[in-house]
């Protein structure tokens, strides 16, 4: 059983619940071999705090004496490890050795009697070079191979793998019917020879396409893939679990992982690592070693990085900072890049999993940066939501400098003397217009200028597009003297702009969707600011609390009557997250919502929105934000799902 934690977009950290602990993900499991124990299972994890490893089933399976041992007093005690023990099947050792291998219901049973925590059923490898037909074939095969393995696995958690080879269509077809089996963790299989061959094109398109396909509550297992220089990636990708044999494969021919990639023993002089192997050795003092305590020494190393990797991957979704991370990492290889470049080209994919506001400021490097999820759902949002005061003019500036609305405060003045206007900034995200300032990710958004032509071409692009939209009698970029100049001449009658209201209300739009000002702020509106930094705080209606505005993002937190307003307006399942009976009394009471309690939402909510949680006769409950999105709230069967924030309490029980 699966949990999610904390999450940055498509990236998350999770809790896998297995019978020997908790795993918290994203995680490497180092490939154990029973016969050659480079790094003891316990050492494993007393040391290098590895919590869960995988080991290979068909080779115990062969060997007499492993045999015996395993099923007599379990595998945990055959390795030594007290922490979750996977298995692989022996697919790969099957597919080379052909008729030497087992049949699926013999390592499955297998596997479940040596009380494995996740087991894996035997599926059918797909060679990068396979045609249609024979990935077909396979994942067929494969396809009745899992539901067995469901049908026999016990207490065993089972893995399914997600083959399909380089055909996307065939396994997003397979991630959905794997889906629908009960099935625990899917591996995205045959990727191995991409990794080896640095195809991290593929290798994107493979992950994504299973990714379509699977059910977003369960983890993701990027089967051979245990190099730091992935993890940030695969991460983004929505991958949780990682396994390879490769720290001690790599030791073995004197080789060093590092982040950016991979270094020889031979050309190393100093080390640029500061794991334990490497604060006490150089490389001179390394390659002097005996060779099998230099082979221990660099799998160490491997280990350590992989590590810490790992930590830096998850520190990075709790900042929200993983899309600068995978940035950075891409620019370590050509070919990594390639999978980062192709990424961007389907992060489509990946937006309705990203939140709607993060703890980090929006990094824009360059015109990739465009791709990211946040820039282009602006983009959407602001041409589908915003609706502008109507003013006669449209006045535009240059991007200078933030918050827009202090910084252009004089220029505004100067304009609304001669002209009845209302203003935009052309900025990195596109026009903003100038009310918005505040809300994330306008007002947090760190940009390199001058910006790069692909940026400027779009900003452009979309700067044309809002001219033909605007309804505006007259739209000008501002230029000064110049500009004031011809206002003068063709309007000659000046106008007020309250930003402050025009904020109040095109927050709300932009927030919770078209005509939510209209219900929110129907009657005597108050603006409540703050003392101290004249920020908008409150919103009163009619003397009730409808809405607060939070000072970091510049978003709305939705109070009781608020909810009450949108509730009465907007029919089911607009902004709503339904849960069933069971939960209601909770949801009331103020308690916050699991998932396995979501039995409906909203399609349009994103992680981060705040939603109004119904039963299923669409009484309001309660008030809160979602973690989630909709597919999200009806596939994880554990977790808090919605932080509820007030219960409509006991009075609404009728
Ligand atoms: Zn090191």
Same mark, same amino acid.
């Given at each position: ?24 993900t ?6 154990v071999n ?7 299972p ?21 060997d007499a ?23 692989d ?34 599926d ?6 396979d ?28 893995a ?16 959905v019917?794997?889906?629908? #089996? ?6 995205v ?6 990794l080896?061959?640095?195809?991290f ?15 977003? =509550?369960?983890?993701?297992?990027? &089967? ?16 949780d ?24 023993l ?15 050795h ?10 099998a305590e230099?082979e ?21 979704i709790?900042?929200?900072t ?6 950075r ?8 890049f ?16 990203e939140s ?28 589908s939501?915003?609706r ?7 006045v535009?500036f ?15 003045g ?10 935009l ?31 400027v ?5 979309? #700067? ?30 000046? =106008? ?15 927030? &919770?969707?078209p ?5 929110? #702020? ?19 209606? @009619?003397?009730?609390?409808?809405l ?33 009976? @069971? ?13 396995? &309690? ?36 009806l596939? &994880? ?16 029980d009728?």
């Amino acid at each position: 059983m699966f949990e999610l934690v904390d999450r940055d977009c498509t990236g998350r950290i999770g809790i896998l619940h297995t019978a020997h602990g908790k795993v918290r993900t994203p995680v490497l499991l180092p490939v154990v071999n029973p016969h050659k124990l480079t790094i003891a299972p316990e050492e494993l994890h007393d040391t290098f705090g590895f919590e869960a490893l995988i080991t290979n089933s068909y080779i115990i399976s062969k060997d007499a004496f492993l045999r015996e041992r395993a099923l007599e007093d379990g595998i945990h005690s055959l390795l030594g490890f007290p922490g979750t023990v996977m298995t692989d099947s022996g697919t790969f050792q099957a597919h080379v050795y052909g008729k030497e291998g087992t049949t699926n219901s013999e390592i499955v049973a297998f596997q479940r009697d040596m009380g494995v925590d996740i087991g894996t059923a035997l599926d059918v490898f797909t060679e990068p070079w396979d045609g249609p037909d024979t990935a077909r074939e396979a994942m067929e095969e494969t396809l009745s191979r899992v539901e067995e393995a469901a049908s026999i696995k016990g207490n065993m958690a089972i893995a399914g793998t997600v083959q399909g080879g380089m055909f996307p269509r065939l396994r997003e077809e397979m991630a959905v019917r794997l889906g629908g #089996m009960n099935v625990d963790v899917h591996p995205v299989g045959g990727v191995v020879p991409l990794l080896e061959n640095y195809r991290f094109r593929d290798l994107v398109r493979a992950v994504l396409a299973a990714k379509r396909g699977l059910p977003p =509550g369960r983890p993701v297992h990027l &089967f051979g893939a245990g190099h730091p220089m992935v993890f940030a990636l695969g991460t983004l990708l929505g991958c949780d679990l990682y396994d390879s044999s490769s720290y001690a494969k790599y030791a073995a021919d004197g080789r060093l992982m590092y982040v950016d990639g991979t270094r020889h023993l031979e050309d190393i002089g100093e080390s640029p690592c500061g794991c334990p192997v490497c604060r006490e050795h150089d490389g001179p003092s390394l390659r002097d070693l005996p060779d099998a305590e230099r082979e221990r020494a660099i799998a160490s190393h491997n280990l350590w990085a992989c590590q810490d990797e790992l930590r830096t991957v998850r520190e990075a979704i709790r900042e929200g900072t993983l899309w600068d991370l995978v940035d950075r990492r891409s620019r370590a290889h050509p070919h990594l890049f390639e999978g980062y470049r192709e990424l961007c080209a389907q992060a489509g994919q990946l937006e309705p999993y990203e939140s709607t506001s993060k703890p980090s400021p929006l990094m824009y490097t360059d015109h990739l940066s465009m791709r990211r999820p946040i820039v282009m759902r602006y983009a959407r949002r602001v041409y589908s939501r915003y609706r502008s005061p109507e003013k006669r003019v449209m006045v535009g500036f240059e991007e200078g400098g933030r918050p827009y609305g202090r910084h252009y405060a004089e220029a505004m003045g100067r304009v609304l003397e001669v002209a009845n206007a209302q203003f935009l900034v052309k900025s990195v995200l596109g026009p903003v217009p100038i009310e918005l300032d505040e809300m994330y990710p306008v007002a947090q958004t760190v940009e390199a200028a001058p910006w790069d032509s692909e940026t400027v071409k779009r900003v452009n692009h979309m #700067m044309e597009h809002c001219s033909h939209n605007l309804r505006n009698a007259l739209a000008v970029m501002y230029d000064g003297e110049e500009t004031l100049d011809m206002l003068r001449m063709m309007e000659g009658k000046g =106008g007020s702009f309250d930003i402050m209201m025009a904020r109040a209300r095109a927050t709300a739009d932009m927030q &919770f969707g078209p005509g939510a000002t209209d219900v929110l #702020m129907e009657g005597a509106v108050e603006l409540v600011t703050s003392k101290r930094t004249g920020k908008l705080r409150n919103v009163m209606v @009619d003397g009730e609390h409808v809405l607060s505005m939070r000072a970091h993002d510049g978003m709305y937190t939705l109070k009781l009557p608020g909810a009450r307003r949108l509730h009465a307006a907007w029919e089911s399942p607009r902004l709503r997250v339904v849960v069933n009976e @069971d939960a209601a009394p909770f949801a009331r009471e103020g308690r916050s919502q699991f998932a396995q &309690f979501v039995v409906e939402a909203d399609p349009e909510l994103r992680p981060g929105d705040e939603v109004l949680i119904v039963d299923e006769d669409d009484s309001l409950l309660a008030v809160g934000r979602t973690h989630m999105n909709r597919r999200e709230l009806l596939s &994880f069967g554990k977790g808090v799902a919605v932080k509820v924030r007030e219960g409509t309490g006991k009075e609404e029980d009728n």
